[in-house]
C-alpha cells in the first residue's frame, strides 16, 4: 500500500473505499505488550466486609453504590481562571471517596461514606480527611466517616443512613413534581419551555407548543 496510488486512489481512500495506511509508529506501538495486569485486592478485606453489610442495609431501598469513586468526577471547581482552576483540581483529582450511594433512577449522590481504619489516625490523614470533610460540605453533599470494625450493627447503620434516604426521597418527590410538563390543549402534545426574548418580561420562560408559530398557546412556567 505504499506504493503511489495516484489521485484516483486518493479520492477512493478519502471515501473510505481503500484502506487508510498505518503509521509505522503506531503499528510498532500496537506490538508492544504493555505491563498492565489485574489486581487481586481492588477492594480490601476491610472494604469488602462493610461493602456486604451496606448492600444489606440498602437492598430495599431505590440506590446503588459505588466504591472509590474519584472526587474529580464527583466534582467540579467553579473558578473561571484557568491557573487557579486547576490548582484547586490538582488538589481533588487523585484522592477518592470509599464508597458512594446514590438514587438508582437518576445515579444523583446521596451520601458517601468514608471507611476509616488505623491509618486515620495518623497526622497527614487527619489532615487529608479535613480537607475532604471541607469539599463535601462546599458542595453541600453529606459524607459520613465509620469506623472499621469486625462486625457492624446493621440497625445503627440503617439508622445513620435513613435521614438521608429520606431527604433524598422528599427531594425527588419535588423534583418530580416540578417535572411535570403541561399538555397543549390544543395540540395534545407536551408543551416545551420557551423565554421571552424582548419587553417587560425579557428572560422570563414559559410552556410553549412545539408547533408555534402555527400554534401560539403558552402555560406558565412554574
Known sequence: MNQNIGCLGSILRIFGILPKEVNPQMKQESEIKLPYRLRDDFLSSAELSFYKVLMLVLENESVTVFTKVSLGDLFFVNIRDYKERMRYWNKINRKHVDFLICDRDTLKPIVAIELDDSTHAQENRQLRDEFVNQIF??????????????????????????????????????????????????????????????????????????????????????
Open 137 to 222: 460540605t462546599a458542595a453541600k453533599l453529606p459524607l459520613i466517616h465509620i469506623k472499621v470494625s469486625q462486625s457492624y450493627i446493621v440497625s445503627t447503620l440503617q439508622d445513620e443512613l435513613k435521614k438521608y434516604l429520606n431527604q433524598a426521597d422528599e427531594s425527588k418527590k419535588v423534583s418530580k413534581v416540578n417535572e411535570r410538563v403541561p399538555v397543549c390543549p390544543k395540540c395534545q402534545i407536551e408543551m416545551v419551555v420557551r423565554e421571552t426574548r424582548r419587553g417587560m418580561n425579557q428572560g422570563q420562560k414559559f410552556y410553549g407548543c412545539v408547533n408555534y408559530p402555527r400554534c401560539k398557546q403558552t402555560e406558565p412556567f412554574l
